[in-house]
């Protein structure tokens, strides 16, 4: 067992994992602590897109952290396969909204001028039926148009994030597999995290536990309000070719993801720290796969899989400094857009830690807006 290092990080999903890459990039060693594995929750199981235009708190509060967040991915995916030597399929990517009512047209018009305004590297163009019918002859009849857009991304979320694990020991940093139980402190200093397998000495600990933060509440005596927020996913393989896009309607998105997979997502419930899959969620999402493409019916189920994500009440991400500690720090509560902002939030935390200071744009995401 690890008795002592620069920083401990609990919890090893996206952000626990961007976190120990970002501080050691800087030199800083770290040692991840992790009960079940990396990426073992909702960073394992999520679709992997990366939408920065659209979303909670987009446009709005997290815009500019979204925006920051998409430009350092693509600078970091080749630092991360080299160094990590984890493939995990990042690429830019082509989504069609298609509609099924004049309602829709107008929903998809705002998303067009998004796109069109957010620069060269997105941009989007209205399909008629007719050419949503040449683009992919699947799509249900009812439907009358389509928007075509460009410039989001996507990748394997699972992968992705053993790839940053994996680049973060690659430069020093270390996993332990161990369930933490408490800390030990003097004054407003944690000096120590204590977990099943043995104690860690420490310079500084970042409590990136997701949906169990609460948890972490107690130890620092500071509110943590982040609640589970259970989403499921199908992943399914059409018999006759997969799509040459994702395509989003009818209450659901097809993505196209992995080898010929379609993954159908995804549900949004809050349902406490339940995290099977269910019955009547896959019924859900195949009723709204069925209804923006027929074939679907003919498609094999391959896995059906449930996750946690970390909601705080506000819907924003949760960056920044503990209340009254001076060092331990918090990365939690990103919801669905773990993935998308995970490398602002990681090099927001390395920076603080670091530094004092970051140019991540994380301001208003102190978990201390809660007490107001």
């Not at 004054?187 to 204590?194: A, C, F, Q």
Request: aromatic share 6%; proline share 5%.
């Amino acid at each position: 067992m690890i008795h002592s290092t620069d920083v401990v990080i609990v919890g090893a999903g996206v952000a626990g994992c961007a976190v120990a890459y970002y501080l050691a990039k800087s030199g800083v060693r770290s040692v991840i602590i992790e009960r079940r594995g990396v990426a073992s929750g909702a960073s394992g199981y999520s679709a992997g897109g990366l939408n920065p235009l659209e979303g909670a708190g987009i446009p709005g509060p997290l815009g500019p952290m979204a925006a920051e967040s998409f430009r350092m991915h693509t600078q970091i995916w080749p630092e991360l396969t080299e160094l990590s030597g984890i493939d995990f399929g990042a690429k830019i990517i082509s989504s069609v909204r298609v509609a099924f009512s004049e309602s829709d047209i107008e929903d998809m018009e705002n998303t067009r001028l998004l796109f069109e305004s957010a620069g060269a590297d997105f941009g989007a163009e209205w399909l008629n039926e007719k050419d949503l019918r040449r683009l992919e002859p699947r799509i249900s009849h009812d439907a009358i148009c389509g928007l075509d857009t460009r410039g989001n991304a996507a990748l394997d979320s699972e992968r992705y994030t053993a790839a940053l694990a994996g680049s973060a020991v690659r430069l020093g940093a270390q996993i332990v597999q161990a369930e933490v139980t408490g800390i030990n402190s003097d004054g407003d200093e944690v000096t120590e995290v204590l977990t099943d397998a043995g104690n860690i000495l420490c310079s500084s600990v970042v409590f990136a536990t997701g949906p169990w933060s609460g948890i972490v509440q107690q130890w620092l005596n500071i509110p943590l309000p982040i609640e589970p927020y259970k989403g499921e996913i199908l992943r399914m393989k059409l018999p006759n070719g997969s799509l040459s896009r994702d395509f989003q309607g009818a209450g659901i998105s097809l993505n196209h993801r992995k080898t010929n997979q379609i993954w159908i997502g995804a549900t949004e419930e809050r349902a406490g720290f339940d995290d099977n899959t269910s019955e009547r969620a896959r019924q859900t999402l195949m009723n709204g796969a069925f209804r923006l493409m027929p074939a679907m019916k003919d498609a094999e189920l391959l896995l059906h899989t449930a996750c946690l994500r970390p909601l705080s009440p506000d819907w924003m991400p949760i960056v920044g400094q503990a209340p009254d500690w001076k060092n331990a720090w918090l990365a939690t509560g990103a919801g669905k857009k773990g993935i998308l902002i995970s490398p602002g939030m990681g090099k927001a935390i390395a920076d603080l830690i670091t530094r004092g200071s970051t140019t991540v744009p994380i301001s208003g995401f102190g978990v201390e807006r809660f007490d107001k």
